[in-house]
């Protein structure tokens, strides 16, 4: 089975929430919420600053809590390549997917369910990427199977230093950050 | 550490790293459609080119079950390939916002009391066509001023130009790119122009001065700039705030504001005297070497440190690292570049350096622009009208533009009524009381006048003072004039409708043209639809009309734009035929022929020197009420060196207003305590703090840097609006 993920070049990434429109307007995300985000983390004292910058998102674990939590089966890992799905016609809104997500990466959409980033899966099964990838201006988002070793994804998480986020959880996230 | 987040929603508690924080967040085209409408099911695409900036990106709507669903960059387009920035994306949004201009206004009350009555086009149109006819009867038609801002304005001037009008200016010159365009003009005899012609995915090595890729979304260039980046290209940048340019930059200098020239002087100090510059380029192709040469002496690192606060020993080492990739390096001439009131004298040693380094033309720093052939349109004849341009009396400033005019200049002429009374304004696409600095003085001018006419998309401040405002359906709504922009490569790019406007909105070309009919000029438009006009140019180039409309845009072919491709080097536009080091023209008029540094005026204590730019998600003013951009950053902060913040007892968060040198008082306004910016200096993203009612999604968000910069020094050699010279101090709410 595949193993979807997301690569993200930190180094090339300027912040500019074009993955966060392309998400709004691709998934019809309703006002006052986004899927995805901008976290700017700025270490030091100016003018001797680093700064890493990346576009966040719901990561898709391998290990996801958010699954685990779900009362009712609507959180579930899908067969297209492990991709965290939510069955809204099973959720009741309860929020505990969002409690035990360490990311913060689920709200409740006004209709009453708990919605997320989706990897864009209508998009994935007819062999495109998803909203965020195919937009963004610099080029900095990578998206494929990490089963296959050939994929742009696998040679980039071999050949490039890479994070990812909160590890210490457990979680397993498959949204990985090139440093 | 700081980390932010813009999702209204939650905050986020766990961080990756150690410290806390919050995150801020946020090929079917159908043939010859017009546009989807309500009936139409399923998905379709439709190609046009964007508006949400001026760079004017090849987009494709599309629209599902007769709804605009979303846009995507149009890969056959040079200038997005096929990538669109956030605006760009966010552009679905103007279409949607609930508080879009629906229906012509006229008013009812004294001007600025905001009380309308709904008119017909017929209407509102007759009755901006009987005063215009007033004033021109009573005053002349040099009484009647245009202010346009983008190509959407291109029909409004053609029917004004017929009707004898000559004062236009627009924002893009004196308050924007003027500077640079002058300055290049002078030095090379061409101008750097828009799309900024620097090769940036070539270079090795570049500085950018001010200038904040990929918060300024230019959408090729930050396309090139991650490109770049990935190359591993040194990237020099040198800003007072640490920008994210800065954060993807080798070299970061944190220079005291207002002393590039300094800076730019020292650089050209080392290039000469560590004898790093092309010597054959120089020979060959520069005039006034030697005087240049003789006039840098005194302007060693060590002089330019203790005015700019960056070491000698950087200044020496980016410089020769330009050097060493020369010619694949080059500085950014910036694009907003009003700054202090002696722009071009800074502009000209930027255009120094680059001729220094013998880069023009030359991969990896400038290309040569190319633009496809497209004859105009047959019209006849403007009438002749013999009188002078109101803006730039006796030719005060004698480097001015003609094309895009002075807009401060036509302002106060009309506070004035020197050297001749201006008595109508008609006003396309700008929002002038959020773009001119000094807001009392355009209130002023607005005041004096018989008639004011705006055409805009949403009620901005300047449609609040409007007596007729006409509105215009948005740029996925029209059709316009074509986009001939000179670039890489040739090409041309149609807008056209993506979906119909949702209320009694019109085209602009169909509002200039009934406009001329009520005026009596309908022989200035032989023809009755835009697309017999659209159809006409491009079949006089030997393109395909049908094809344009298909695919957006219809690419040319490749030409030399590089010395390395087999380009020619020449200066036919320059009075001596090279590149001036010394400029002839300069020296002609009475200014410095070599660029001169001025040290800025210091803040008084307690005040803080006030910068402003741009925030990627937003444009200028104008983008204020989409739903979709509102929903990324919603109000602007100011940020403050977070030790000077604690000074004031400041915590992130915390509203305060601000107080400049002349006691106008700012909306209240978020601070941002960080420490990405010198102490002496504050920043805020430009266009917030709207006062229109209207706006109801930005009304008093944030507050207005525009409202804050009284203070404007005019550049002596072109009349451009220096802005950074204004400053503030805060007061807690």
């Known amino acids: 089975m595949a193993r979807y993920a997301m690569v993200i070049d930190t180094v090339k990434c300027v912040g500019c929430m074009d993955c966060v429109v392309a998400c709004k307007t691709e998934n019809n995300v309703p006002e006052g919420f986004n899927r995805d985000w901008i976290a700017y983390e700025t270490i030091g004292k100016y003018p001797n600053l680093h700064m890493e910058i990346r576009s966040e998102r719901c990561n898709h674990c391998d290990n996801p809590p958010c699954v685990y939590t779900c009362p009712t089966g609507a959180s579930h890992i899908s067969d297209i390549g492990g991709i965290v799905l939510v069955d809204y016609d099973k959720c009741i809104g309860c929020k505990a997917c969002i409690a035990a997500c360490p990311y913060d990466a689920r709200f409740i959409h006004p209709d009453g369910y708990a919605t997320k980033c989706t990897f864009c899966e209508h998009r994935v099964v007819q062999g495109l990427d998803p909203a965020c990838v195919s937009t963004c201006p610099t080029h900095c988002m990578y998206f494929g199977d990490l089963e296959d070793p050939n994929s742009e994804v696998s040679k980039l998480l071999q050949s490039r230093k890479y994070h990812v986020l909160n590890p210490e959880t457990g979680t397993k996230p498959q949204v990985y950050y090139l440093i | ?733």
């Open chain 2, 1 to 733: 550490m700081e980390k932010f987040t813009r999702r209204k929603f939650l905050e986020i508690s766990g961080a990756t790293f150690a410290g806390s924080g919050l995150i801020v967040g946020g090929r079917k085209i159908i043939e010859n459609s017009l546009y989807a409408t309500d009936k139409t099911k399923g998905i379709v695409k439709i190609p046009s080119y964007c508006s949400i900036c001026f760079w004017k990106c090849g987009l494709i709507g599309y629209v599902k079950d007769g709804k605009l669903w979303k846009l995507e960059g149009n890969p056959l387009d040079p200038l997005s390939k096929g990538r669109l920035c956030p605006r760009g994306n966010g552009g679905v949004g103007q279409h949607y916002d609930p508080d879009r201009l629906q229906a012509p206004l006229i008013r009812v009350s004294q001007r600025g009391e905001e009380q309308w009555k709904v008119a017909t086009w017929d209407e509102a149109l007759n009755h901006s066509a009987k005063k215009l006819m007033e004033i021109k009867e009573k005053y002349g038609p040099q009484s009647i001023a245009v202010f346009s801002h983008g190509p959407g304005g291109a029909f409004l001037k053609h029917t004004l130009r017929a009707f004898g009008v000559k004062n236009f200016a627009a924002p893009s010159f004196a308050q924007c790119r003027g500077p640079r365009e002058v300055a290049f003009e002078l030095t090379y005899g061409e101008i750097i122009g828009s799309p900024e012609r620097t090769d940036i995915k070539n270079s090795k090595c570049f500085a950018l001065i001010g200038s904040h890729l990929g918060e300024n979304m230019h959408n090729s260039q930050v396309q090139e700039f991650a490109e770049a980046i990935a190359n591993g290209a040194t990237i020099i940048v040198v800003d007072p705030r640490f920008s994210i340019a800065a954060s993807k930059a080798k070299y970061y200098l944190p220079i005291k504001p207002g002393t590039d020239t300094a800076l730019l002087l020292a650089w050209i100090n080392v290039l000469i005297t560590e004898n790093l510059y092309d010597k054959e380029f120089v020979e060959k192709y520069t005039y006034g070497f030697n005087q240049l040469r003789e006039y840098i002496q005194p302007f060693t690192p060590e002089w330019a440190f203790v005015e700019t606060g960056i070491e000698p020993e950087l200044i020496r080492e980016t410089i020769r690292k330009l050097a060493i990739h020369k010619p694949a390096s080059f500085v950014h001439p910036g694009r907003h570049v009003n700054w202090y009131g002696n722009d071009v004298q800074r502009l000209r040693a930027v255009a120094i350096i680059n001729a220094l380094l013998g880069n023009w033309n030359h991969k990896g720093a400038f290309f040569k622009p190319v633009k496809m052939d497209i004859p105009k349109y047959p019209y006849p004849p403007f009438p002749d009208v013999n009188y002078d341009v109101v803006y730039n009396p006796d030719s005060k400033y004698p480097f001015a533009g003609e094309e895009e005019g002075l807009t401060q200049g036509i302002r106060s002429a009309t506070i004035t009524g020197e050297p001749y009374p201006i008595k109508a304004w008609i006003v396309y696409g700008t929002n002038l009381i959020q773009t001119l600095p000094n807001q009392n003085e355009t209130i002023e001018a607005i005041k004096k006048l018989d008639f004011l006419m705006v055409i805009d998309v949403i009620p901005t401040e300047i449609t609040m003072w409007a007596d007729v405002v006409l509105p215009e359906a948005i740029y996925l709504e029209r059709f316009d004039e074509l986009n001939i922009s000179p670039f890489r490569e040739p090409f041309v790019g149609i807008r056209q409708p993506v979906v119909p406007p949702p209320h009694d909105q019109r085209e602009g070309w169909w509002i200039a043209r009934e406009l001329a009919v009520k005026l009596g000029l309908e022989s200035y438009y032989p023809w009755k639809h835009i697309e017999e006009y659209l159809r006409f140019r491009i079949e006089s180039a030997g393109l395909s009309y049908e094809q344009l409309k298909k695919d957006g845009v219809i690419v040319g072919k490749q030409q030399p734009i590089f010395v390395e491709d087999g380009l020619q080097l020449e200066f036919p536009f320059t009075p001596t035929q090279k590149i001036e080091l010394y400029s002839t023209q300069l020296a002609e008029k009475g200014f410095s022929p070599l660029p001169t540094y001025e040290r800025p005026p210091e803040p008084p204590p307690g005040y803080f020197r006030l910068l402003f730019g741009r925030v990627p998600v937003h444009t200028f003013s104008m983008t204020q009420s989409n739903p979709i951009l509102m929903d990324m950053v919603n109000e602007n902060e100011v940020w403050i060196n977070s030790d000077i913040g604690k000074n004031y007892g400041l915590n992130n968060g915390d509203f305060v207003v601000l107080v400049n040198q002349d006691g106008v008082r700012s909306n209240k306004i978020k601070v941002r305590l960080t420490q990405r910016i010198r102490p002496d200096c504050v920043y805020m993203y430009h266009g917030f703090g709207h006062t229109s009612k209207k706006l109801k999604r930005a009304y008093l968000k944030g507050a207005s840097d525009t409202q804050l910069i009284t203070r404007y020094d005019i550049d002596p050699i072109m009349g451009g609006t220096g802005m950074n010279n204004n400053f503030v101090t805060f007061e807690k709410v």
